[in-house]
């Protein structure tokens, strides 16, 4: 289905009566345990059942009640906030120099765009521009960050589904684009690198000749995943036409990103409402067509082949110059200047204590991150801190698809389903 | 200015021009986003005629509680209320996106559940009633989705307060040996 389509059409009545029936449960734990069906009559042959928050395949602490007839699964309730530590009351608390620090812990497979929203957003309420080279390295290190993140997806993905060499072959190309993240921003994950006003520090000498470096070793290293897995008998018949889902129901259900393509509807917001500078590079979106496990697990497959693309043309094309704004309500002075300006003594003592002030306003701003729409909502009082920080998690909404995908399935497709789902716990319950 | 011309600005409507509206409901501009302001009343109307009109996602549903922030600008004909309820819509045909900001007063915070326009704000509004207190009618399932089911209050309202540990920072310790 197109844009186009669905405008048309609605999303109509059929998504709306399967979404409101059926695949959801909706019962606190009381009165699971009492085992009455949905009109309140005792049921035998149903069983409740609990999956996880410990459990291998619920990548972290996401709980599942399952609503079992044997092996079938009727209805289904995510239950989530195990691992919710307020991290949008935090931010109210932290200055916006600080509050990366923060964002950054959310999605923390890819912490890179959490800090992208939220500068992005911040910048627009202080209206500044940055300039063109933290523009390039932002994309940069947000494609690789894709890569990692959806290296991370091959890896995890295979281990649920029992292909343990899998999991080996992307942890190891994984880890070699952590460590090229450890040589620029100093950090594996969580990497405070994007901040208001540019990049943290400029990328270090070499950068170009490691970035390369791993890019040209990617593609082998993906063809060895292809071989392993995508061809393979076993890896077909567990991911095809499991967990179907349709665009109608994705539309309903606010679903982004590789879930909303892998059922054929063509968005991205990089391409679609573009950010950064992705107007400028070529690329493509990539889009599947049934909506199963499968079209998930090679959408993320290809996008990281879309994505070294990106970074290729990005070594082409990055731009000389600052690589953080010059605008001195910001971005502290020079570590030089502290000694010879008493201005600019004060300038760094007020940023690094007080913080700057962000003009009072409202804003949201959207990234497509590797899960999708990641957008940062920021209400300022004209203070140092943001006055309220909302963060649009797209693992949080994305979530609610699962009972939809699991309706009458096996229990052993759960866990196939949860995996290509993909989503982060941390960013789910901030 | 001259008299005569500020006489002729009031009689012609120019100096006090009709307040822009868009499906029913007052608009403003935010850093050149667009955001709608109905009331409680027609909040869901509104977002029906968003739904119609191509709004096929509602992208997202949040509260913000207002109660220490005296800078919110709103138009005129809009009451400030304690709380906020904001949701976000896209249109994937237009590029466009759209803001819906209702006021919720703090003695009767419910208003109305848009699960029946987008039943993907089911687990946004549950997080908002978890955070704020706010109720949604006709919500197929009020409860709380973060905090345990026994928590006392709602942790984003401002006067609920942040909890502290105080930190004794001391010397280093001696070197290991």
């Known amino acids: 289905m197109t844009a186009v389509e669905a405008q048309i059409t609605g999303w109509g009545d059929d998504a709306k009566v399967r979404l409101r029936d059926g695949a959801v449960l909706r019962m606190t734990e009381a009165e699971a345990a009492k085992g009455l069906d949905n009109q309140g009559n005792p049921d035998d042959q149903r069983t409740l059942m609990n999956m996880g928050p410990q459990h291998p395949s619920t990548h972290g602490v996401l709980r599942l009640m399952l609503e079992m007839e044997a092996e079938t699964v009727l209805r289904s309730k995510p239950v989530i906030g195990y691992l919710h530590t307020g991290m949008e009351k935090t931010a109210e608390n932290l200055t916006y120099l600080q509050g990366g620090t923060n964002v950054t812990r959310m999605d923390y497979v890819s912490p890179l765009f959490n800090e992208l929203a939220f500068s992005l957003a911040t910048e627009k309420l202080l209206g500044i521009e940055v300039p063109e080279r933290a523009v390039y390295i932002r994309m940069l290190m947000c494609e690789l960050n894709r890569i990692s993140s959806h290296l991370l997806f091959q890896a995890t993905n295979g281990m649920d589904m029992g292909a343990v060499g899998a999991m080996i072959y992307g942890w190891r190309m994984r880890e070699e684009t952590l460590r090229l993240f450890e040589k620029i921003t100093g950090l594996r994950m969580n990497h405070n690198y994007i901040r208001p006003g540019g990049v943290a520090a400029d990328l270090p000498d070499g950068w170009r000749d490691d970035t390369l470096k791993l890019i040209d070793s990617l593609p082998s290293g993906l063809d060895e995943l292809d071989a392993l897995l995508t061809g393979q008998p076993i890896w077909r018949d567990r991911l095809q036409g499991v967990g179907v889902i349709n665009a109608n129901e994705c539309l309903a259900l606010g679903v982004t990103g590789p879930i909303l393509r892998s059922a054929g509807y063509d968005w991205d917001l990089r391409r679609d409402e573009p950010y950064l500078a992705y107007d400028k590079l070529d690329f493509d979106v990539l889009v599947g067509s049934y909506g199963d496990c499968f079209d998930r697990y090679s959408i993320r497959l290809n996008e990281i082949r879309e994505s070294v693309k990106l970074v290729r043309q990005i070594l082409e094309v990055m731009p000389s110059g600052d690589y953080r704004t010059q605008n001195k309500k910001v971005t502290p002075p020079p570590r030089g200047r502290i000694d010879q300006s008493m201005e600019a003594l004060i300038h760094h003592f007020k940023i690094f204590t007080e913080g700057f002030h962000v003009p009072a306003g409202e804003v949201y701003v959207p990234v497509e991150s590797p899960r999708g729409e990641l957008g940062c909502y920021i209400v300022s009082d004209g203070g140092p801190k943001p006055y309220r920080m909302r963060m649009r998690g797209p693992s949080f909404v994305n979530l609610q698809v699962l009972p939809h995908m699991m309706h009458n399935t096996l229990l052993a497709d759960t866990v196939a389903i949860v995996s290509s789902v993909d989503p982060i716990m941390g960013e789910v319950d901030r | ?177």
């Open chain 2, 1 to 177: 200015m001259a008299e005569e011309e500020l006489v002729e600005l009031v009689e012609t409507g120019a100096a006090n021009p009709e307040p822009e509206t868009a499906y029913g409901a007052l608009v403003s501009w935010s850093l050149d986003q667009q955001v709608l302001h109905p009331d409680r009343p027609t909040y869901v109307a509104v977002v029906e005629a968003l739904k119609a009109d191509g709004f096929v996602m509602c992208i997202d549903v949040w509260a913000v509680d207002y109660l220490t922030n005296d800078t919110r600008v709103l138009p005129d004909g809009v009451r400030p209320e304690r709380y906020e309820v904001v949701a976000s819509f896209i249109n994937h045909v237009a590029h466009t996106r759209m803001r819906v900001r209702v006021q919720v007063p703090a003695e009767d915070p419910t208003i109305a559940s848009l699960f029946d326009v987008y039943p993907g704000a089911e687990a946004m509004e549950r997080e908002a009633f978890d955070m704020f207190g706010i109720t949604f009618e006709n919500h197929p399932d009020m409860c709380r989705i973060l905090m345990p089911d026994d928590w006392e209050g709602h942790p984003l309202r401002k006067d609920y307060a942040i909890g502290s540990i105080p930190v004794q920072f001391k010397a280093s310790p001696a070197e290991r040996s």
